[in-house]
């Protein structure tokens, strides 16, 4: 079993920058894609960024490109989106997703794909 604990969320104004974090608690979080995906109110899970076990490998949602990156510290087993110029249409719960990956270093796009959740953290931006 493996605990994901997100961090950093907070009401922003639009064009701000966030950082999130997110502490996995696995000796292995190398041999893990991590993942962060999003939910609006009332709307499904939204990929937002994953990287693969490497960091060699990345994937954004539309809505992520250009604004976000992500990135990973194996040695703080740690994952983090920073979030640039941000919009009111970004608000939304950011949650980190973690999927066991040790053969292939590759991200996965949907929410099916990950095994492992964090609780959430809440991303208000106004206008």
């Known amino acids: 079993q493996v605990e994901l604990v997100e961090s950093g969320g907070r009401l922003v104004q639009a064009g701000d920058s966030l950082r999130l974090s997110c502490v996995a608690s696995?000796?292995?979080?190398?041999?893990?894609?991590m993942a962060w995906f999003r939910q609006g109110l009332g709307k499904q899970y939204e990929l937002v960024a994953a990287?693969?076990?490497?960091?060699?490998?990345?994937d954004y949602g539309d809505s992520a490109k250009g604004r976000f990156t992500v990135s990973r510290d194996d040695a703080e087993k740690t994952v983090y989106l920073q979030t640039d110029s941000l919009k009111p249409e970004d608000t939304a719960v950011y949650y980190c997703?973690?999927?066991?990956?040790?053969?292939?270093?590759?991200?996965?796009?949907?929410?099916?794909?990950?095994?492992?959740w964090g609780q959430g953290t809440q991303v208000t931006v106004s206008s």
């Open positions: 990287i693969s076990p490497s960091g060699g490998v990345t």
């Open positions: 997703a973690a999927q066991f990956s040790p053969l292939h270093d590759r991200t996965y796009s949907n929410s099916y794909e990950y095994r492992y």
């Open positions: 696995t000796r292995t979080f190398n041999l893990y894609t």
